[in-house]
């Protein structure tokens, strides 16, 4: 076993980036045991130059020990590596070596990204995926950032996540090209050093490993590709000490022996408890529109909602509003002529199905399976509710006829279930069915999404809740995950008829009325459900609850939950997230925030982002608002808290 | 903690909205009747014990959503299931004629081997009958499933359905053991631990054993 061979050679290969704590999910003919244990994901340049993606159980990684077993490995891995195979190869070694999966990249055809980011799937053959990596430690990005300068891709329309390589192995091609893709170096390079020190702030932990990665090339190509540009090595150098420098700031780093153990373990603030306030009282109201009955203080007005509901002696007047039948700035006697037009509009719209024969039903399916839909559900909408309780409830009629009327106005929607219960509590209070119906229509527009054919909308706001939860409470996300709830398809009902079988008649007013004053972000609805999530979490983990039990749990709570406690917990999670320093635009983005444009930071962002990097290192007490200081000029507080609000006439109102 | 039951048993309820799926689970599970129940949103499930010839059987039995439009979703839970019931309502000739579509999306969706039964629901109203009893019996010998009509409201073979398919389900299991094992059986234990390991995927894993 002492003469070398042939495979010394072939197994000259270098490390080009390695990712640990990667667990093997699934991988066609491959032997069970292998599947669920954890290894390192890796690009290997082979000796021949070639590239493959490589994973290695982690078993294997001890024997083969000149990679450390952290995170961080790419550090070790910048400069060339050699392993002798052939030197003392136990056969323990070489049935391990045998359990490594490679994929050559000139083979690779597609890969994806999906679960949150951190499942990879990789494919060198259409249609099929044959192995599937789950990154146990933070997520795929970095590795998918890496990957993509060593193969040209493209995504694909129908798919986001799914990558086509279109040129697999860029830098076998022209090295200049291939660094113009790297897409460093290039412009100014200044500018590259300091957007990247700027990104670093924000995303200290991906920006560190692009920067290396693109390092390592520059490292191993020298600078034959820099096709004389002027050296670069001092601002390689600059950048490492103020990545390493900042990262040191937000990290804790443990030195254990010869490696740096590592870990980035972004916290959320801590919670204010926000407290709510009164509802909007009718001297409120009133104090607040003009002499013939304009509102004047829009945003203020929708700031006290927000804080406190509406009075109920008012709500009848005031949902007008907020649902969008109303307009703010319109006169009590504009808003005379508008309802003598919106009611002769509805009646003619409940004519044309009302003077429909019965020669005409017979005719006409689409609207007879429409009819029958709203038949079946009118008759199980919160009977046991006095308003429609009892056999031949004259209101139940009234239901009808609006949702037969909403069917002629909007037709291709037509009656989806759960509308129904939208409409229940409308008509209770309005009483009235044009007031109901026009309500109706814009609460709708606001949730028309709910109701599509495909349920993309459904599907797209699980989505975000799951990308939410994930960021405010990791810890039970990934207890979901794990237990195959990770879709949150057990909050459908919540998100269709927004909570309406979770809360009484009482409490869904209050509920609504918060939620349709669009405060304090977009998609707030999805914080409560996190809200609610949130305080289950204890349950759910300690006992730790499995698919069935969880929907089972989140069925049972309807209720039982207390709408104040949620919206305020729903208020202080929407504090801690948007003060978080490690905030993500796919965050910024469900929450309505404008995105950070990584590429471009602006002087404000900086200014911004580096205050929310010193409250993190801070005590981290009540600082939770301090990041938005200088953004908003009537920025107040209340009981310690700084909250945004629109005039100072309101603030003495809501005090 | 010590199990109650030999087995259980995941069960499914499918059809149009407003057939009566959710009125034949509340029957067989609180044996009672609400007639203004209201309409399911998403996906919920109840436990009924059942005794068959000496087991205990617990099933588990999931109740969807009949609206078309919210399949895409209530399908994900079809997974796992044991037994499917396809309920039409008798008084709606539409729901009927959906049941064809409704074995297509089993097809796509359930394991191969799921246990079916057909449900014509709410016969207690004969005068508004559009489908007959022979059109079911027809379909149900077309598909090869088993058929019956049943009626939320008055309790009528309500319980007969849920055990008849509970009991097909034992014995299509009890045969799959004796044949992947066909020594002579001297405990039914041992021969479904052997299952358990030997298929860990497979529906049969989710029979507990007390
Ligand atoms: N007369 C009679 N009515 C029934 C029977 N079963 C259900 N109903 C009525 O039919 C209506 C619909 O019943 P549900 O059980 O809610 O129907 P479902 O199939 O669960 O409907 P979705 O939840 O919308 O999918 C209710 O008003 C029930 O009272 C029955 O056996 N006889
Ligand atoms: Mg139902």
């Given amino acids: 076993m002492s003469s070398s061979s042939v495979d010394e050679i072939t197994e000259q290969t270098k490390d080009l980036f390695t990712q640990d704590g990667v667990l093997l999910k699934a991988a066609m003919g491959r032997m069970v045991q292998d599947l669920n244990s954890i290894g390192m994901l890796c690009i290997v340049q082979n000796g021949d130059g070639t590239k493959c993606i490589e994973w290695r159980p982690n078993d294997l990684i001890t024997i083969d020990s000149d990679t450390q077993d952290q995170e961080w490995a790419v550090v070790n891995t910048i400069g060339r590596r050699q392993r002798t195979l052939s030197g003392n190869m136990t056969s323990d070694y070489a049935t391990a070596r045998a359990r490594i999966i490679k994929i050559p990249l000139e083979d690779l055809k597609t890969f994806r990204v999906t679960r949150n980011n951190q499942q990879m799937q990789f494919s060198t053959k259409p249609g099929v995926w044959q192995t599937t990596f789950y990154f146990q430690h933070g997520n795929a990005e970095i590795f998918v950032a890496y990957l993509k300068n060593h193969v040209k891709t493209a995504k694909t329309r129908h798919d986001r996540n799914t990558y086509v390589v279109v040129e697999p192995n860029i830098e076998t091609q022209v090295l200049n090209r291939s660094f113009a893709e790297l897409d460093i170096f290039t412009e100014n390079t200044t500018d590259v050093v300091w957007n990247l020190v700027s990104n670093f702030k924000q995303r200290p932990y991906e920006t560190t490993m692009e920067a290396f990665s693109k390092l390592t090339d520059i490292v191993y190509y020298g600078n034959e590709g820099m096709n004389g540009k002027r050296d670069v090595s001092e601002e390689v150098a600059d950048l490492l000490t103020k990545s390493m420098s900042a990262l040191e700031d937000s990290t804790t780093v443990t030195r254990t022996g010869e490696y740096e153990v590592v870990s980035v373990k972004p916290t959320l603030p801590p919670r204010p408890c926000i407290p709510r306030g009164t509802p909007l009282s009718t001297e409120k109201w009133e104090g607040l529109q003009d002499t013939e009955g304009r509102v004047t203080e829009v945003e203020g007005v929708k700031q006290l909602i927000f804080r406190g509901g509406v009075a109920h002696s008012i709500r009848q007047s005031v949902w007008k509003y907020l649902l969008d039948y109303y307009p703010w700035r319109m006169t009590h006697s504009e808003l005379r002529s508008l309802q003598r037009k919106r009611t002769e509009e509805y009646f003619s719209m409940k004519l044309q199905w009302r003077s429909m024969t019965d020669g005409q039903e017979a005719r006409f399916s689409e609207y007879r399976d429409r009819k029958s839909l709203v038949e079946k559900d009118v008759n199980r909408t919160d009977r046991t509710h006095p308003f429609f309780a009892g056999d031949n409830n004259p209101n139940l009629i009234v239901l009808q006829d609006i949702l037969m009327t909403y069917v002629m106005y909007n037709f291709d929607l037509g009656y989806v279930q759960g509308m129904s219960d939208i409409l229940a509590p409308l008509l209770l209070l309005m009483g009235n069915e044009v007031d109901s119906f026009w309500c109706f229509v814009g609460f709708m527009d606001k949730i028309a999404s709910n109701f599509d054919m495909d349920q993309a909308g459904m599907k797209h706001q699980l989505l975000q809740l799951q990308q939410l939860l994930l960021f405010a409470s990791p810890e039970l996300a990934q207890h979901l995950q794990q237990k195959d709830s990770g879709n949150m398809y057990f909050c459908f009902r919540w998100l269709l008829v927004w909570f309406k079988r979770e809360f009484s008649h009482r409490d869904i007013m209050r509920l609504w009325e918060v939620l349709w004053t669009g405060l304090p972000c977009s998609n707030f609805h999805l914080l409560v459900c996190v809200a609610i999530l949130d305080a289950e979490k204890d349950i759910f983990i300690s006992k730790d609850y499995g698919f069935t039990e969880i929907l089972k749990h989140v069925n049972d709570l309807s209720m039982c939950l207390d709408v104040d406690r949620i919206l305020s917990s729903a208020e202080g999670i929407y504090h801690q997230v948007v003060s978080a320093p490690h905030l993500t635009d796919q965050i910024r983005i469900i929450l309505g925030i404008p995105p950070l444009n990584t590429t471009t930071s602006t002087s404000s962002d900086e200014a911004t982002t580096s205050q929310s990097v010193q409250q993190a290192n801070g005590t981290g007490d009540g600082s939770a608002e301090a990041a938005e200081r200088d953004m908003e000029e009537d920025t107040l507080e209340y009981d310690g808290i700084q909250i945004k609000i629109v005039t100072k006439t309101v603030w003495a109102l809501l005090a | ?210």
């Fill in chain 2, 1 to 210: 903690m010590a199990k109650t039951y030999d087995y259980l048993f995941k069960l499914l309820l499918i059809g149009d909205s407003g057939v009566g799926k959710t009125s034949i689970l509340f029957r067989f599970s609180e044996d009672a009747f609400n007639i203004s129940f209201i309409s399911t949103i998403g996906i919920d499930f109840k436990i009924r014990t059942i005794d068959l010839d000496g087991k205990k059987v617990k099933l588990q039995i999931w109740d969807t959503a009949g609206q078309e439009r919210f399949r895409t979703i209530t399908t994900a839970y079809y997974r796992g299931s044991m037994g499917i019931m396809l309920v039409y309502d008798v008084t709606n000739e539409k729901s009927f004629e959906n049941i064809k579509n409704w074995i297509r999306n089993i097809e796509e969706n359930a394991s191969a081997d799921v246990e079916k039964m057909i449900l014509g629901n709410k016969c207690d109203l004969d005068s508004k009958r559009q489908v007959s009893k022979e059109r079911g019996e027809q379909l149900a010998i077309e598909y090869q499933i088993k058929f019956v009509e049943t009626s939320a409201k008055d309790s009528l073979n309500v319980e007969y359905a849920f055990f008849t398919l509970a009991r097909d389900i034992k014995a299509k299991m009890e045969k799959k053991q004796e044949a992947s094992n066909p020594a002579p059986r001297t405990g039914g234990h041992q021969l479904r631990a052997n299952e358990q390991q030997r298929k860990p995927t497979s529906w049969l894993s989710r029979c507990s054993l007390l």
